[in-house]
């Protein structure tokens, strides 16, 4: 019997002392990603930790792919005379947007912002929610995170208490990234070079891909980001920017209207602008490329020039405000 409790001891301490150090070298590693992935000086995690840590511009644009591809950040400093830059990611939606521009205010207030959305922005998308495990590697930055990420799976909240797997499938990115220089972005604008076939588009197809019901979650972090924009006193712009076709009189598209223009929020589609039809002007339907780009961002320069105060003095809400154009 004695030997049996003997034995017992041994088995606890044993057992106590693996996990002791299984804890300690998780958080040393943890510390040892964490300095290589905050210094990575290319790919789409480094234009987000530009945005979390050292973001200190006048303008930042924010959204999805359309966003990075879409608005040439250096085209805004020179036609507003206010530095800028370019927080877009591809494939992600609103939820993202909104937490990495919680985190961005935890360090510094941008004077003017633009947040691209889709008509569908505020659909229900399940592979949205699924994404915000990107978000991971910031949890401990904002409560904001936290709970972006619970709205995917709380037990992802609770596995994220080890340090590693915050960076569960990034560890080969993360030192590629920090090692080598890679891609073209300039202040984060990520110019498409390719031409759409067009003879492969058909401009009767909806382009909608999810289904129309509205998503209460992304409805709350649309109004947090505006509240936001209205506390902090940053003039907001929020705009559908071109593309080939697409579905604008689905419910989502009709509800982001509405909220726009309840909060008197500066919104403007550019979707049926016969402008930007031009097959020239794409990389695909969704997306403009580099000349697309330019054009584009020459036009939303001169959009806001008219709407915005001095830069000294930018107020959220502009005096000369248009009513909503109606498509």
Known sequence: MKQL??????FFIRLLLMIVAFVAVDQAAGMFLYYFFTHQVSGEYAVANHVVYNLNEDVLVLGSSR???H???SIIKDGLHLSCFNG???GEGLLYSTAIFELALQHHVPKVVVLDVTSDVLSEKEDEKNRLSILLPYLKQSYVIGNMIEKKDRLELIKSHLQTYRYNGQVVSIFQHYFLSSGNTVMGFNPLDNKMDVSRVSTHTSLKPYSDSISADNVNALNLFINECKRQKIQLFVFVSPRYNDDTQQNSYLKLKSICNSNKVIFHDFTNDVYFKNPEYY????????R???LYTDTIVAFMKKRLSPAANVQYFSKNQEPLREN
């Open 67 to 69: 966003a990075s591809h």
């Open 88 to 90: 877009g990611r591809d």
């Open 292 to 294: 697309g780009a330019d």
């Open 283 to 290: 990389s695909d339907r969704a997306h403009l490329n580099g």
């Open 5 to 10: 409790k003997e034995n017992s001891n041994k």
């Open 71 to 73: 608005y040439n950040s």
